[in-house]
T-cell receptor, first 114, second 115 residues
Framework: NAGVTQTPKFRVLKTGQSMTLLCAQD?????MYWYRQDPGMGLRLIHY???????AKGEVPDGYNVSRLKKQNFLLGLESAAPSQTSVYFC?????????????FGPGTRLTVT | AQSVTQLGSHVSVSEGALVLLRCNYS??????LFWYVQYPNQGLQLLLK????ATLVKGINGFEAEFKKSETSFHLTKPSAHMSDAAEYFC?????????????WGAGTKLIIKP
């Protein structure tokens, strides 16, 4: 099993450009999350999904959109990138049986907006 | 609201010395607690978790953490630091208000190992 994978690993955007980050998991997890990691701030939740076709806002959703058309994929979109969105983005997933707080993380995407 | 505080954004220890990374949480109800580790240019990996079964929790790579309800603390320790322990460590607490089992993250502590 590959676990949670993220595409791309690195990206540089100019202000105003758009892009989509792809997260894929092969563990059949219902829940998926998008976080951003900034220095000195830990991880902050952007959006999450509790199942295929559903999405919900997290702590810092402004400037981002998400879609969960397939259970295994969770897409994060930036419609008009801003320098404040320079960050490392992590995707995670979790199961709905057993210990429910454990999340499984992808390797991250480092995004720079100039 | 639930929060978690990690004391020290950077901790430096010599190889072979004791590692102590401090974490305090704010909750009247003992939550679930975790330590995650992030090695340079890698993703996040669960180091250990406290789920109320035992107050002393052992994790991977020789790390352990002790849950102390009276001090609302969950400090991470390792008796003897190794160069490969250099990483960023995050203390994480469960958000009991949330029915979706969300996590609340500390700001992280970067562990530096001196040869």
């Amino acid at each position: 099993n590959a676990g949670v994978t993220q595409t791309p690993k690195f990206r540089v955007l100019k202000t105003g450009q758009s892009m989509t980050l792809l997260c894929a998991q092969d563990m059949n997890h219902e829940y998926m999350y998008w976080y951003r990691q900034d220095p000195g701030m830990g991880l902050r939740l952007i959006h999450y999904s509790v199942g295929e076709g559903t999405t919900a806002k997290g702590e810092v959703p402004d400037g981002y959109n998400v879609s969960r058309l397939k259970k295994q994929n969770f897409l994060l979109g930036l419609e008009s990138a801003a320098p404040s969105q320079t960050s490392v983005y992590f995707c995670a997933s979790r199961r709905t049986t057993g210990f429910l707080y454990e999340q499984y993380f992808g390797p991250g995407t480092r995004l720079t907006v100039t | 609201a639930q929060s978690v505080t990690q004391l020290g954004s950077h901790v430096s220890v010599s190889e072979g010395a004791l590692v102590l990374l401090r974490c305090n949480y704010s909750s009247s109800v003992p939550p679930y607690l975790f330590w995650y580790v992030q090695y340079p240019n890698q993703g996040l990996q669960l180091l250990l978790k406290y789920t109320s079964a035992a107050t002393l929790v052992k994790g991977i790579n020789g790390f352990e953490a002790e849950f102390k309800k009276s001090e609302t603390s969950f400090h991470l320790t390792k008796p003897s630091a190794h160069m490969s322990d250099a990483a960023e460590y995050f203390c994480v607490v469960s958000d009991e208000r949330d029915s979706n089992y969300q996590l609340i993250w500390g700001a992280g502590t970067k562990l530096i190992i001196k040869p």
